[in-house]
């Protein structure tokens, strides 16, 4: 069995309009924290971001950010309690938190989280990546992705879903039994 050391989490930097969402994200952070994985994420404190960095860290975890020049300029507060490091633009960001992590957890958020999570399933199905995804199905949040997964298969895109290094789960404590018994 692989242990997964160090963990990215994609999410939103909004909280969503179901208070489960933060829920999820809250526990995710601890569950991180108590079971010795560090948390690489965007490195901010607001949103879904935020909470679960908080949680990890009030928990006695380690959470390493990284953000962007642009970010930094447009004053969004960074995690007051980490090390935060800036790069240069989000293709750096992405780079920079893919090789500080073994996997990846995605939690339910909007654009930037699509545009993370499919990097990497992109990566994943040209060969590039073996590492895995582990997204946090709050309130079914990513069901609609999962069909789309279906119709890109059934309509000749993709050729098998189950070639991807993908698990998911509906509850934090669901997630981490498939993080802590994880083995490729």
């Given at each position: 069995?692989?242990?997964?050391?160090?963990?990215?989490?994609?999410?939103?930097?909004?909280?969503?309009?179901?208070?489960?969402?933060?829920?999820?994200?809250?526990?995710?952070?601890?569950?991180?924290?108590?079971?010795?994985?560090?948390?690489?994420?965007?490195?901010?404190?607001?949103?879904?971001?935020?909470?679960?960095?908080?949680?990890?860290?009030?928990?006695?975890?380690?959470?390493?950010?990284?953000?962007?020049?642009?970010?930094?300029?447009?004053?969004?507060?960074?995690?007051?309690?980490?090390?935060?490091?800036?790069?240069?633009?989000?293709?750096?960001?992405?780079?920079?938190?893919?090789?500080?992590?073994?996997?990846?957890?995605?939690?339910?958020?909007?654009?930037?989280?699509?545009?993370?999570?499919?990097?990497?399933l992109t990566m994943?199905?040209?060969?590039?990546?073996?590492?895995?995804?582990?997204?946090?199905?709050?309130?079914?949040?990513?069901?609609?992705?999962?069909?789309?997964f279906l119709v890109?298969?059934?309509?000749?895109?993709?050729?098998?879903?189950?070639?991807?290094?993908?698990?998911?789960?509906?509850t934090p404590d669901?997630?981490?039994?498939?993080?802590?018994?994880?083995?490729?």
């Open positions: 069995m692989q242990k997964l050391n160090s963990l990215a989490v994609y999410c939103g930097h909004s909280f969503g309009t179901d208070p489960q969402f933060e829920r999820d994200a809250a526990r995710v952070g601890e569950l991180l924290a108590r079971n010795k994985i560090r948390m690489i994420f965007g490195g901010g404190n607001v949103g879904l971001m935020g909470t679960t960095a908080t949680a990890a860290i009030n928990n006695g975890g380690v959470v390493l950010g990284v953000t962007t020049h642009n970010v930094v300029a447009k004053q969004e507060p960074a995690h007051e309690e980490i090390d935060v490091e800036v790069v240069d633009g989000v293709n750096e960001r992405k780079q920079r938190m893919y090789e500080m992590s073994d996997g990846f957890i995605i939690l339910p958020g909007g654009i930037g989280t699509l545009n993370e999570f499919t990097d990497i994943q199905q040209i060969g590039e990546s073996v590492k895995p995804i582990f997204f946090m199905n709050t309130a079914k949040f990513w069901e609609s992705f999962s069909q789309m890109m298969q059934d309509s000749g895109f993709i050729e098998n879903v189950h070639d991807y290094n993908v698990h998911v789960a509906d669901e997630l981490f039994k498939q993080i802590l018994n994880y083995d490729k």
